[in-house]
């Protein structure tokens, strides 16, 4: 049962897709340092972002805290709905790679075969002076992989009743492989009653207000050396990706269906590193002369994303089980499904 939880989450994430629509990723090196930034940064941007603002999301389905040691599970699924623009990037801030496109697929944009010409004049040390071209394939984003045109992230998680009104909520996925990726989840959250300290204002029935304050982490880590292109050792991209929230939840808890909403503010602080060495290969202008340099660890990218959030949804409280929605106004909209079993 475990092991098809975690296949199905997977699956959920698009893994497989990744894994398969990486290709040809490695030869964004090729561009000048500057360029290479720019690239990789623009290319995954709506992948980082989406998934930085998901771990925000799913946290809550009421605002009432658990009973001492009550407890719940909860298994969410995030779908984003992705804005057009969010699909491609602009190739016009690039020096030194020439594209027949005004624009390229991100990660979850369309296929290509559009070729880019790579042409770096640099009298650095890193480049002796002369001028270098190279050429490759840009690649392509996973657009085909979504259902209906949405993707969707997951997140799983278990809340605990503690002292003072307040729930503890850890959420927790091991390290996970599938093809040449590996992911990982974990999270924390405090839940904290603070209708209780405005006095005669607690005593009001079916009404609830909680401080949610929480942080969520997701790693990424791609081999390329198991399908890279370029020759060299190590060849591994790892992509982190942390989140932190701050919301107050409010609700209305009824016998057979709750009422719940938020507002609050989003921050996710995510790095990209390229890991390995690489062998460029790039031929010398004028000549029939190829070029090799080896770099090693070439390249860090770094992201801040910022965004003000809001939501509402419903809660239908069956017997030993509770079915949730909410809609999500932030960067990237966002619908929340899911379901929680457990004891207040």
Same mark, same amino acid.
């Given at each position: 049962?475990?092991?098809?939880?975690?296949?199905?989450?997977?699956?959920?994430?698009?893994?497989?897709?990744?894994?398969?629509?990486?290709?040809?990723?490695?030869?964004?090196?090729?561009?000048?340092?500057?360029?290479?930034?720019?690239?990789?940064?623009?290319?995954?941007?709506?992948?980082?972002?989406?998934?930085?603002?998901?771990?925000?999301?799913?946290?809550?389905?009421?605002?009432?805290?658990?009973?001492?040691?009550?407890?719940?599970?909860?298994?969410?699924?995030?779908?984003?709905?992705?804005?057009?623009?969010?699909?491609?990037?602009?190739?016009?801030?690039?020096?030194?790679?020439?594209?027949?496109?005004?624009?390229? +697929?991100?990660?979850?944009?369309?296929?290509?075969?559009?070729?880019?010409?790579?042409?770096?004049?640099?009298?650095?040390?890193?480049?002796?002076?002369?001028?270098?071209?190279?050429?490759?394939?840009?690649?392509?984003?996973?657009?085909?992989?979504?259902?209906?045109?949405?993707?969707?992230?997951?997140?799983?998680?278990?809340?605990?009743?503690? +002292?003072?009104?307040?729930?503890?909520?850890?959420?927790?996925?091991?390290?996970?492989?599938?093809?040449?990726?590996?992911?990982?989840?974990?999270?924390?959250?405090?839940?904290?009653?603070?209708?209780?300290?405005?006095?005669?204002?607690?005593? &009001?029935?079916?009404?609830?207000?909680?401080?949610?304050?929480?942080?969520?982490?997701?790693?990424?880590?791609?081999?390329?050396?198991?399908?890279?292109?370029? +020759?060299?050792?190590?060849?591994?991209?790892?992509?982190?990706?942390?989140?932190?929230?701050?919301? &107050?939840?409010?609700? &209305?808890?009824?016998?057979?269906?709750?009422?719940?909403?938020?507002?609050?503010?989003?921050?996710?602080?995510?790095?990209?590193?390229?890991?390995?060495?690489?062998?460029?290969?790039?031929?010398?202008?004028?000549?029939?002369?190829?070029?090799?340099?080896?770099?090693?660890?070439?390249?860090?990218?770094?992201?801040?994303?910022?965004?003000?959030?809001?939501?509402?949804?419903?809660?239908?409280?069956?017997?030993?089980?509770?079915?949730?929605?909410?809609?999500?106004?932030?960067?990237?909209?966002?619908?929340?499904?899911?379901?929680?079993?457990? &004891?207040?």
């Amino acid at each position: 049962m475990k092991k098809k939880l975690f296949l199905f989450i997977y699956l959920s994430f698009n893994v497989t897709s990744f894994s398969q629509n990486f290709e040809n990723l490695e030869y964004l090196l090729l561009a000048s340092q500057e360029d290479q930034s720019l690239l990789f940064k623009e290319y995954l941007n709506p992948l980082v972002t989406s998934v930085n603002f998901g771990m925000g999301s799913g946290w809550a389905n009421t605002a009432k805290t658990h009973k001492l040691l009550g407890f719940d599970i909860t298994v969410s699924l995030n779908t984003f709905f992705i804005p057009s623009d969010a699909k491609k990037f602009s190739t016009s801030g690039l020096t030194s790679i020439t594209s027949s496109s005004d624009y390229l +697929p991100t990660v979850l944009g369309g296929n290509t075969n559009e070729t880019l010409s790579v042409s770096i004049n640099d009298d650095s040390t890193i480049f002796p002076p002369n001028e270098f071209s190279a050429t490759f394939i840009a690649p392509s984003g996973i657009e085909n992989d979504f259902f209906l045109n949405m993707l969707i992230t997951p997140n799983i998680q278990i809340g605990l009743g503690l +002292p003072f009104k307040t729930d503890l909520i850890v959420r927790y996925i091991p390290t996970t492989s599938s093809k040449n990726t590996n992911i990982g989840l974990m999270g924390v959250g405090i839940k904290h009653d603070i209708l209780q300290h405005f006095g005669p204002v607690d005593k &009001i029935p079916l009404i609830d207000l909680s401080l949610l304050l929480a942080y969520s982490n997701y790693s990424i880590d791609y081999e390329f050396q198991k399908t890279s292109n370029l +020759p060299g050792v190590g060849q591994t991209a790892i992509l982190d990706m942390n989140n932190y929230s701050a919301n &107050i939840i409010s609700s &209305i808890d009824l016998k057979l269906i709750t009422f719940y909403a938020s507002v609050g503010y989003s921050k996710g602080v995510s790095n990209l590193s390229i890991l390995g060495s690489y062998e460029l290969s790039y031929n010398i202008s004028d000549t029939s002369e190829v070029i090799v340099f080896n770099v090693v660890d070439p390249l860090k990218v770094e992201w801040e994303k910022e965004s003000l959030r809001g939501n509402a949804g419903l809660s239908f409280n069956l017997p030993g089980i509770k079915l949730f929605a909410d809609y999500t106004f932030q960067e990237y909209n966002s619908l929340t499904v899911g379901a929680s079993i457990g &004891i207040r």
